[in-house]
Every structure is written in structure tokens, then in C-alpha cells.
């Protein structure tokens, strides 16, 4: 099988979805002491064409999912879904990070474990954290949570639902901060 | 005929592994008819903390994501947040991370074999092959200052460098390691008892490999052909000829069993040999780590903005690290995902069909990192009566069965 180029591959995202391909960017990493080298590729998609864009992919060849990643940026959730193409041969691999918003008020995703059901576990474990419903996704216990924790706390979440402590001002701030002065006075 | 099945949980602890987990059987008769996982018994909310801490704090934490994997969360760690922040690794840094990394496989993969007899009931075999691995985590302590949890790692190289002095003792593992191999594989694939107790049990098919995402020996040892090192050899893994090991390198054929599973790590130990050799014979002199001042490189990567992925292959197979770096103190995304979590799934398929005396050694071929039992409940649903079986009932099946079956 012929192997594409990570250009072609951005390519050919490109033409099938035009301008909903909000961001792209090929990376090219060295190692060693001869410098070879391998690539990555930084998609970021609307969420109307996520799933087709994932079809595609699988059009190319069957991939790798590694992972989900989250990220709360307040006014929405950002999904990076990490794949891998082309394993089996050195050099070839080329991994593929398909990136996607979600609006805080509407955190609707369309599952891909019917395409990859690998995923499942993954899309579960959004599901708990983050507070995401994924589309037929089978309605399975927690994962990673216990059974009977609370359904309206979501650990990853940097707003009101996340389980970050409030700041002085009683507002939260980008869950990052906690105000060690405050959390001593509590104690004493 | 009635079909009553009965069902089985067992976990969430169990002491011969390292972390806990429960698995939910339905049972008919002897036979495995479904199988519901439950883990995160043992979520510890680790990427939770890490996002309150600074990089290089974050290093130690990856460190204690597992024992055994304790160079390989920070290796991939490291390779994220350089790839993020564009910072080179210099050469000799990136062979001593390697030397380091395949000293841990020899480790794990050591351990797994003695576990793996000691699930099938020859503890012996657990006595012998722990005692051989006792030379690598001397050797390990000799490099790092400690058996596990090496401290080695850090942004942009390593701590510790290799020193011409130090040579010759891992030269002295490498050759004690040559000299038992032969002995080692006479034991896993001679043997006629093992080859009955794990030829053709927890089968997983090529097809389901590729479709859960299977990663490391499990997936190899169905005949695909996936490894970090070789599809996108990172650090000094680019100028090693690294192969993925698939069983029919050494019987010709792929079957995806618990067999093949034992062939590959076993193969592999003799991989970790070799690619040490080569990265002594070929080690470059010069900087360990590219920033010394970690002062310097803190600050650095407080003006960050980028993020990156990092991949090593651990020993149980591919660890995936994702660093978001947002011009803080803390970066804004850290995502550890350890091989276990992919190969989660494929547990399933493996474990229908087979009997009850073959769920340890079925759980134990994909070398998880999350603990099984320390108990089984089994509760008849026609009487409600309850019996509890503990770990030491359900390991006696597990020899009883070896004793049964042995020629």
C-alpha cells in the first residue's frame, strides 16, 4: 500500500470540508544522531463534520486511537482526539490529533465506537469527567468514578460544575490557583 | 435444559498485583458466558494534581503513575512538554534515556514471566525468575540510586550521566542476562504443562486487536506488526534498527494466545539486550541536558504557549502523554494514558468461552497494571446462598487444573 504524505493528508481534509478545517499544522521532530525524522498533524475541525472527518479517516486505513483529551477553556470544551496511522514500518507512523469544539451550553458529541470500537472506553471517561453526552453511546456505569458519585460534579471542569475551590472574591479562577493563605485560615 | 448462569465478581483487590480492579463474571458452569470490567478503583485523580503543579514537579508525579513504569510515564512525559515547548534533547541525554527505558522492560518483563508461573501454579518459577531479576535492579540501583522510581528523567536530557566506569557492570548484567535466557526459555516454551495450560486460551483475534486498539505484546502477539520504536522511533530509538516482535518469528505462526504473549515479552527481553549493546558501542560524548539551570527552564516554559504528544513504548506497550503549555506556571492540559486503559477492552474477548481456572492466567497475559482479586463472591441466584472464595481457593483451581492436565 502506498503511504500518503502527512501533506497530502491535510490535503485532502482540506478539500472534503473546505473551511470548516479551522486550523491545520504539520510537525516535523528529529531524534537521535542521524536526525531522522517523523510527523504529526494538528487538526482542528468544526463539530458538524467531526464524525465524517473520523469516516475519512478510517477511508485511509483503519487508525490507532490512543486517547481523548479535554480541555475547558470556559466558554467551551475543546476534544483532542489522538490517532496514529501507518504502523508496522519505520519511520511511517504519522500521528494525527483531530481537535473539535464544543459549546459550553450544548456539550453534545456524536460517539465513534460505532467506527472504532476502541474508543468506547475513552468516550466513557469524557463522559464522567467532563460531563459530555455522547450520541448512542450504550449507557454504561462509570468508569473511572465510583458508581454513586454525584452526576452534576465533572472532576475536569474549571467552571461551577468542577470541584476546584472557590477564590477571595467567590469567583473561580481558571481552576489553576488555589489561594494556599485562604485553605491555612479554614484550618486554624 | 435449564441455562442458569451464576455470576462472579472478583477484585476490586487482589495482593499479586499492583493495582485493583473488579471483573463481574456470568457463569455457566465452568464457562465464562460475559464479562463486565470495572475499574478505577484506584483513580488517584493524578492528571488532577498534575494540573496544579509545574512541569518539573509533574515528572515525579508521572514517575509514581506505576512502579514498574516508572521510567516510562516520564520519558513520555519529557518528550511532551519538549516537543511543546521545541527544546532538543542532546544525543548522549537521548541514549541514556533509552539504556534506562530497556533496562525497565528487562525488569517488567522478568517479573511478568514469574507471575505468569506463579498463576499457572509453578512458584518456583516465581522464586527463580525474581530471583534473576534482582540482577537488573541491582544494576538499576548501581546507575540511578534506586530500584524503581529512577529520578533520571528530566526536560530536555537527564539527571544522571553513564560514566565510562560504570560500563563494564552493565556489561556484567548483559552477559548474566545472555546466560539464563536459555534457561528462561526452556522453562515458558518447552515445557510441556505450560504449552497445554496456554496454548490456544484467551485467544484475541487480529481482528479485535486492530478494532480495540490493543497496544504492546498483546497486540503483537496477535500478529500485528505495532511498536513505538519502530513505527516512529523517537530519541536514540532513530538510529536502532528496532523491530516489533510478532510470535512467528519463533514458531511460524500466530495464534494470539496466552502462548504467543509469553513468546513475545520473551523475545523481547533478548531485544532489550541487544539494543543496550548497540547504544553502549554507539553512545555520543557531550551534554546530558540541554538546560542545567532548572530555574532557567522553568521560566522558559512559563512563556510557553504550545502543546505536544509524547509516545514511548513501555514495556506493556504504548504510553501517550498530551501537554498543553499556556504561558503559566502549571500547563493548562496534561493527559497521561497508560497501556492498561487500551487494553482494557480486549480483556473481553480473550476471557469468553474460557473456564473459571483460567481467568488469572488470561488476566495476567496482558501484563495489566491494575490488580484483579482478592476475592470471589460467587452467589448462587437460585438460593441466594453465598459462598466466598478467596484468592487462595481460586489460585488452588488454578494449579489444581496444571496438576490435571500434566502428562
Not at chain 1, 528529529?30 to 458538524?48: D, P, Q, R, V
Not at chain 1, 483532542?80 to 494525527?96: D, V
Not at chain 2, 465478581?9 to 464457562?31: A, C, D, K, Q, W
Not at chain 2, 521560566?299 to 506493556?316: D, F, M, S, V, Y
Request: with cysteine.
Amino acid at each position: 500500500m502506498e503511504h500518503m504524505k502527512p501533506g497530502e493528508i491535510v490535503e485532502l481534509f482540506k478539500e472534503k470540508f473546505n473551511d470548516s478545517i479551522i486550523n491545520s499544522r504539520i510537525e516535523i521532530k528529529t531524534a537521535g544522531l542521524k536526525k531522522n525524522s517523523y510527523s504529526l498533524i494538528w487538526l482542528e475541525i468544526e463539530l458538524k463534520y467531526f464524525k465524517e472527518a473520523v469516516k475519512l479517516l478510517c477511508t485511509i486505513q483503519f487508525p490507532h486511537f490512543a486517547i481523548i483529551s479535554d480541555n475547558d477553556t470556559g466558554e467551551e470544551v475543546k476534544l483532542t482526539y489522538h490517532f496514529s496511522l501507518y504502523y508496522g514500518e519505520r519511520f511511517k507512523e504519522i500521528s494525527l490529533n483531530i481537535t473539535t469544539n464544543l459549546p459550553k451550553n450544548n456539550l453534545k458529541m456524536p460517539t465513534i465506537t460505532d467506527l472504532i470500537p476502541g474508543a468506547q472506553t475513552s468516550e466513557r471517561e469524557m463522559k464522567e469527567m467532563m460531563g459530555i453526552t455522547f450520541e448512542n453511546l450504550p449507557d454504561l456505569p462509570n468508569v473511572f468514578l465510583p458508581i454513586d458519585f454525584s452526576k452534576d460534579v465533572f472532576p475536569f471542569r474549571k467552571d461551577e460544575k468542577g470541584i476546584y475551590p472557590l477564590s477571595k472574591n467567590g469567583k473561580h479562577i481558571g481552576g489553576n490557583i488555589i489561594d494556599k493563605e485562604e485553605e491555612v485560615k479554614k484550618v486554624e | 435444559m435449564n441455562k442458569k448462569t451464576y455470576s462472579i465478581p472478583i477484585g476490586p483487590v487482589h495482593p499479586s498485583l499492583e493495582e485493583p480492579m473488579t471483573f463481574n463474571f456470568e457463569i455457566y458452569g465452568e464457562r465464562i458466558e460475559k464479562v463486565y470490567l470495572a475499574p478505577g478503583d484506584n483513580h488517584r485523580g493524578i492528571e488532577f494534581m498534575g494540573r496544579q503543579r509545574n512541569p518539573i514537579q509533574i515528572i515525579y508525579l508521572a514517575e509514581r503513575i506505576c512502579g514498574i513504569c516508572s521510567a516510562s510515564h516520564p520519558f513520555a512525559f519529557c518528550q511532551a512538554v519538549e516537543n511543546a515547548a521545541g527544546i532538543e534533547v542532546p544525543e548522549r541525554g537521548q541514549y541514556i534515556r533509552v539504556i534506562i527505558a530497556e533496562l525497565e522492560r528487562i525488569h517488567s518483563h522478568i517479573l511478568w514471566a514469574g507471575i505468569a508461573g506463579h498463576e499457572l501454579g509453578f512458584d518456583s518459577v516465581l522464586y527463580i525468575s525474581w530471583r534473576a531479576r534482582e540482577e537488573v535492579l541491582d544494576l538499576l540501583e548501581y546507575l540511578t540510586g534506586n530500584r524503581i522510581n529512577y529520578g533520571v528523567f528530566m526536560i530536555g536530557g537527564v539527571r544522571r550521566d553513564i560514566t565510562e566506569e560504570q560500563i563494564p557492570r552493565i556489561r556484567k548484567t548483559l552477559e548474566y542476562y545472555k546466560d539464563i535466557y536459555g534457561k528462561i526459555e526452556d522453562i515458558f516454551l518447552k515445557d510441556p504443562t505450560i504449552a497445554l495450560r496456554t496454548k490456544n486460551v484467551g485467544v484475541l483475534t487480529k481482528e479485535d486487536a486492530l478494532r480495540l486498539c490493543a497496544v504492546g505484546p498483546t497486540t503483537r502477539a496477535s500478529g500485528i506488526k505495532k511498536d513505538v520504536r519502530q513505527d516512529q522511533p523517537y530519541s536514540a530509538y532513530a538510529d536502532l534498527n528496532v523491530k516489533a516482535i510478532t510470535p512467528d518469528v519463533l514458531t511460524g505462526e500466530v495464534n494470539g494466545d496466552v502462548y504467543d504473549r509469553i513468546v513475545v515479552r520473551l523475545l523481547e527481553l533478548v531485544q532489550s539486550l541487544e539494543i543496550i549493546e548497540q547504544c553502549l558501542e554507539n553512545m555520543p560524548s557531550g551534554e546530558i541536558l540541554a538546560e542545567k539551570k532548572l530555574v532557567k527552564l522553568l521560566n522558559q516554559l512559563k512563556k510557553t504557549k504550545g502543546e505536544g504528544i509524547g509516545r514511548h513504548e513501555a514495556p506493556r506497550g504504548e504510553v501517550f502523554h498530551y501537554v498543553k503549555l499556556a504561558e503559566a506556571e502549571v500547563p493548562e492540559i496534561w493527559k497521561a494514558r497508560a497501556p492498561t486503559y487500551n487494553n482494557l477492552m480486549p480483556w473481553a474477548p480473550m476471557l469468553l468461552g474460557e473456564q473459571i481456572a483460567d481467568i488469572p492466567i488470561v488476566i495476567a497475559s496482558t501484563d495489566p497494571c491494575i490488580a484483579c482479586m482478592d476475592r470471589v463472591t460467587i452467589l448462587n441466584k437460585a438460593n441466594g446462598q453465598k459462598s466466598i472464595l478467596t484468592n487462595k481457593d481460586l489460585h488452588e483451581l488454578s494449579v489444581q487444573k496444571t496438576r490435571r492436565i500434566t502428562p
